[in-house]
């Protein structure tokens, strides 16, 4: 089965300070995509990033960087310099390839502040 | 990027009304198409998924009479939230399966359709 933790609920930080949100997750797939989405306010699902099991290798696109650690089962996200327009919630995500219809399965999600 | 939209963005309806929500991929064609329920700072959770020209498949514990889902074509989804309750209301997203050049496929979410049902 397929299961997505995001333990932090809430962040809370200054603006430029950098945040890192974690990302843990369970397959028993050998082949698996996972995914960041942030939802602003306005509830649409902002597509940020999609990787698959093996690519291994870390992902930088301007402020935000992904670190995908595979032994720990982890796809933790930071933010460099934060905005106060980085505050929405995100989500961590994972798709197994095994599952025919590719059923995405979302974490709980992390709601961050960015404090000006 | 490839473009799914909702119709509508929201609504509100007496209780035991049904509502019917549509959701529609723009620039192609989607075989399957995914919905998905979020209340209130809660996360995103799957309700069924949507084949074109077959019943839908329900995820545990969305009782599939009361969530009817029509996916009569290859770009248009309709669910239908029958005898709506307050309990029902929420925030209801969709998303369209495309499969790119790269044969890597890919899920593109609506803006959602948030119900309140009074």
């Known amino acids: 089965a397929q299961k997505v933790t995001q333990a932090q609920t809430e962040i809370s930080v200054v603006e430029k300070e950098d945040v890192t949100l974690d990302c843990v997750y369970e397959?028993?797939?050998?082949?698996?995509?996972l995914f960041w989405y942030k939802q602003p306010p306005s509830g649409e699902l902002v597509f940020l990033i999609r990787r698959n099991s093996f690519d291994e290798q870390n992902e930088i696109s301007g402020r935000y960087s992904w670190n995908f650690q595979k032994s720990t089962s982890s796809f933790n996200f930071t933010i460099t310099a934060s905005q106060v327009v980085d505050s929405a919630v995100y989500f961590c995500?994972?798709?197994?390839?095994?599952?025919?219809?590719?059923?995405?399965?979302f974490g709980k999600g992390t709601r961050l502040h960015i404090l000006p | 990027g490839a473009v799914v939209s909702q119709h509508p963005s929201w609504v509100i309806c007496k209780s035991g009304t049904s509502v019917k929500i549509e959701c529609r991929s723009l620039d192609f064609q989607a075989t399957t198409m995914f919905w998905y329920r979020q209340f209130p700072k809660q996360s995103l959770m799957l309700m069924a998924t949507?084949?074109?020209?077959?019943?839908?498949?329900?995820e545990q514990g969305v009782e599939k009479d009361k969530f009817l889902i029509n996916h009569a074509s290859l770009t248009l989804s309709t669910l239908t939230v029958t005898s709506a309750h307050p309990e029902d209301s929420s925030f209801y997203i969709c998303?369209?399966?495309?499969?790119?050049?790269?044969?890597?496929?890919?899920?593109?979410f609506g803006p959602g359709t948030r119900l309140l049902v009074l």
């Open positions: 998303s369209a399966r495309l499969l790119d050049r790269n044969s890597q496929e890919t899920q593109y």
């Open positions: 995500a994972l798709s197994e390839a095994g599952n025919r219809d590719d059923k995405i399965i």
């Open positions: 949507s084949n074109e020209g077959s019943k839908a498949t329900y």
């Open positions: 397959t028993r797939d050998t082949t698996y995509y």
